[in-house]
Structures are given as C-alpha cells and as structure tokens.
C-alpha cells in the first residue's frame, strides 16, 4: 500500500523551451493548462539573473507582496487595479520530477512587462533601470498574449495534447469567417524597403515585386500562431491562375489578427530599414536573431 502524501502542488505535463528575440527561456504547461515560464529564465532575459528575482517579500510599507522584479518604488503608479494579475508566480513540480520549480503565469509576464514600459514612457525610471525596458521592448516586440500561449505550446508539444475547443478559440481569435472589405494595410514604404534591401528596381508602375507575397507570408503569417495560416489558405485558397481573390489581412479579426499582422509589419520594417541596399543576407541575419532560426529562404533574383 503506497502511503506517501500526494504533493499539493501543481505538477508540469509539458516543458520546453522558448525563444525570445536572442533570449531563452524555460516554460511549461501545469496539469490545469496554466501556461509558466521560469522565473529564473525571465531574471537571465531581462539581464538581472539574482537568484530568487522573483521570489516575493512585503514591500517596505508593509503592503502586498511583491516579486523583485516589480520592487522599484517607481513602478507603482502603473500597478493594476487588480493585483493579482501580476502576483501570478507558481511553484509547481517539472514533469520529471525531482525539486519544485517556479514559473510565473504568461499573462502575468505580458503585464510586468506592460508596467515597465509604461513607466519608461512617463519618464519616471532611474537611469539604472532603463537596461530592463530595452530588453523587455527585445523580447515582446510583436508578442501578444494568444501569440505567447501559441509559442509555449508548440515548444512543449503541448498543442498535441490541447483540445480542439482552445485551437478553436485561437482561430476565432484570429480569423473571420468572412473576409471584410479590403483596405490597404501594406504601406508603399514597405515595398520600396524590401525592393531596397534585395537590390531590386523600385518605380510606380512596379510597386509590388512578384515575389513580394512570398516574403509577407514568410515573416509575417508563418510568426502567427501555428493554426492561423493554415486556416487562411483554407479561406482563401489559389486559384487556377495562381493568384488568390482577396488578400490573407482581409480575413484577420480586429481585435488580434490585424493587431498582431501590424506589430508585426513594424517590427519587419525596422529591420529592413536597418539593412544596407542590396544586403538581403544581412536582413535575415537581424531577422533570425529577432525571430529565431528560419529554413533556408531565396526570392531570387528580378528585375
């Protein structure tokens, strides 16, 4: 007869490993599907690696407490009403066992992050702290929640395991199903980059390079979460000619697919104005440190 005390703690049914601009962080998915990512991996991103960085304490007026991360006096005007939103930190057992682990919730990370950036906005950060708001904007540059969740799971394999009601969730998220009228939402500025950065001819009567569908897919929809494309091309399949009827942006709900498609065509943009003319290697070398490792990936060479 086993007699030992089930542990009361939450147990991890998936780990793994994300990346985040060059920054990697441990994560995992708890047996309730609380998505975690390791307190210590976050302390390492953000370039304060003090052993327990989160670890909560009562804060000097003998408040609530607070992880480290959230101390700096400068920081509390932009608290949320609700504060647990961002007290969301959980030890939980690995999934292979052995000592407890501690994680802080996805949505919690988003909010830290959230409130750091915000105080840098008002300016009211020391200079000593601005190192944390850079590399927060490093890591969360074109993140949203469902695009965290997403990346956790396909790290840990967990979206094997998730059920068809979340993925559904992630599709309604992101896509309609009607497409909306079309509007522009590729600047001219974007085609006249990408032309610059692979050495091509830019003029007004070639503002869209043939094989400028073929990139937009690549750095933008492929760094959707993982169902979203599949489910365009469904709605939006070539025809016989090749060409589809309506653009991909034209299915993208208000809320979180045009929201995403645009942070991700800014971030996109500011590496392709980093480029030298010509120097399309160098693009995709920014691109990979920014979005990790990409498949081998040639538009070739056009007029």
Known sequence: MDTRIPSPLPKAVADGTIKLADAEIECAVLEDGTRVLSQRGIGRALKRSRTGYFKAGPDADGGAAL???????????????????????????????????????????????????????????????????????RLTAGLTYIGLIALIDEQTRYQERRSQNELQAILEAYVLPEHRTWVQE??????????????WRYTEDNRTPRYAGTFIRKVIYEQMPAPVLPKL???????????????????????????????????????????????????????????????????????
Request: charged share 25%; aromatic share 10%.
């Open 67 to 137: 992880p480290h991360i959230l101390r700096p006096a400068a920081l509390k005007p932009f608290f949320p009403n609700d504060l647990s939103v961002v007290l969301n930190y959980i030890e939980y057992v690995p999934r292979q066992g052995g000592r407890s682990a501690h994680g802080i919730t996805a949505r919690a990370f988003l909010e830290i992050c959230d409130i750091w950036q915000r105080a840098a906005a008002a300016k009211a950060l020391r200079p000593n702290q601005f190192h944390v708001v850079e590399e927060i904007k």
């Open 186 to 199: 590729i600047p001219p500025e974007f085609t006249q980059l990408l032309c610059r950065a692979y050495g």
């Open 233 to 303: 091309d469904e709605l939006n399949p070539t025809g016989s000619n090749g060409r589809r009827k309506r653009k991909h942006h034209s299915h993208l709900t208000v809320s979180h697919g045009r929201e995403h498609f645009k942070s991700q065509l800014i971030a996109v943009m500011t590496l392709l104005r980093a480029t030298p003319p010509g120097k399309k290697e160098f693009f995709w070398r920014l691109f990979e440190r920014n979005f990790g490792k990409q498949p081998d990936f040639d538009l070739g060479d056009i007029e």
